[in-house]
């Protein structure tokens, strides 16, 4: 699963040929949630600031994930997404 981006702790990534709707996955602190990118909604266990932290990112960086679910769907390598800073 290749890693599209890390900040504050935060690793996100997304898999190859994955399932609809459009989403990336998000790890913190030994804990998992999946992230809809159209919609923001979350599933899995996050911890709110953590879920706060990427849902700013989500928001800031829509074009370049669904670009990246593309790109992905298609078995093309993703391209880096800026962390939020």
Same mark, same amino acid.
């Given at each position: 699963?290749?890693?599209?981006?890390?900040?504050?702790?935060?690793?996100? #990534?997304?898999?190859?040929?994955? %399932?609809? =709707?459009?989403?990336?996955?998000?790890?913190? $602190?030994?804990?998992?949630?999946?992230?809809?990118?159209? #919609?923001?909604?979350?599933?899995? %266990?996050? =911890?709110?600031?953590?879920?706060?932290?990427? $849902?700013?990112?989500?928001?800031?960086?829509?074009?370049?994930?669904?670009?990246?679910?593309?790109?992905?769907?298609?078995?093309?390598?993703?391209?880096?997404?800026?962390?939020?800073?």
């Amino acid at each position: 699963m290749p890693v599209v981006s890390r900040f504050f702790g935060i690793v996100v #990534t997304m898999y190859y040929n994955d %399932h609809e =709707p459009p989403h990336f996955h998000a790890w913190y $602190q030994g804990a998992e949630g999946t992230i809809a990118i159209l #919609t923001g909604e979350v599933w899995g %266990h996050l =911890p709110r600031r953590a879920v706060l932290l990427l $849902q700013e990112w989500r928001t800031d960086q829509r074009s370049g994930l669904l670009a990246n679910w593309q790109r992905a769907r298609e078995r093309r390598p993703l391209e880096p997404i800026p962390p939020l800073e």
